[in-house]
């Protein structure tokens, strides 16, 4: 049985039926793994933001291999590539490209990497779904907000300054004056993959030689869900999380427009696959090649992941799915077993 955090008796019920329906195909007993006498454990980890996907995989992967088992959990990108490096697991989900420090730790220990790309996500920044003060904000004023500047601002007023100062420079911060306001913000921690990707995609870009690495006022935390419950119980909060757990929640919270310089854009499927949405991010899986090599249920698992039943499961958890031609490359690069980071 897997492991995971939401339900998907939905799902299950969908792929049960397609599974039902082409029981006679043999191309389709080939792609899925049954009736191989596959058995044994397969150990994911990694990313909490794409844990949904591989948790929805590996249900349906179970249900036509039941001599397998398998383990998804998401305590966070860096902490997953802590114990791939260290082999102690399988797969490792990962919200960003694994950096080259992990990769050499990897190395180091006898672990070659397999990099997969399976979906595109787009960073939402959020605030309660009441918060009518604030609908867009570009990079200079998430960095006013909530960069390492901005230490001890209790208000979203607290910022104009610093907000003041970058638009002085060209910096952005276009959005000021802030409502005077309290706030509050949670968001990931920096076990997150997602904490590094927003780092990078946005505060970076406005920071120059500005510290990033510490962002004091977060409140952080490596489970998605309890980030929303933040944001949902604070009517002027801020934070940010993948797409799919706006989405699941957008009853509750609001994704904000964001403008990367070309207008504020909001976050949605169309804009994210385009890359108009300016925080638009790949999503990975990363495999272990002895592991593939030596455990037939891993490689008949990744094979299944990137097949047309496997691939919908990206759409299934909310999030955007590559292109076919991507997708295809994706799949040469795993068939090839082709080892290191693709550029």
Known sequence: MVRRTRRLGAFLLVIGLVA?????????????????????????????????????????????????????????????FVLFCSGETDISDASR????SELETCTANGIEVIEIKVAIDGLSVLTAHDNTAV??????????????????????????????ELMAVDLGGTHAPYPDAPLVITAPGEESGTFDSFVELVLAKVAGPRDTDDLPRIVSSPNDNVIIEGIQSNPTSLGWVGYAFFVENQDTVKALEIDGGEGCVAPTPE????????????????VNKAAAEQKPAVAAFVD????????????????????????????????????????
């Open 97 to 100: 490209a694994i950096k080259d």
């Open 20 to 80: 039902v329906a082409c029981g006679g195909d043999d191309a389709a007993s080939t792609t899925t793994g049954g009736g191989t006498g596959l058995s044994g454990q397969i150990v994911i980890s990694g990313s909490s933001t794409v844990e949904p996907i591989s948790a929805r995989v590996a249900e349906a992967f179970e249900a036509v291999n039941s001599s397998v088992a398998i383990s998804v959990d998401g305590p966070g990108t860096g902490d997953g």
């Open 135 to 164: 609908s867009c904000l570009d990079f200079g004023d998430l960095y006013a907000l909530l960069g390492s500047e901005s230490v001890g601002f209790d208000s979203w007023a607290d910022a104009n300054a610093l907000a003041a």
């Open 304 to 343: 299944f992941y990137l097949s047309d039943e496997g691939i919908t499961a990206v759409g299934d958890a909310g999030y955007v799915r590559l292109s076919d031609e991507e997708l295809a490359a994706w799949v040469a690069n795993w068939e090839s077993r082709t080892v290191g980071k693709v550029d």
């Open 271 to 286: 804009t994210i696959a385009s890359g108009e949405y300016p925080i638009s991010r790949p999503l990975f899986i990363y």
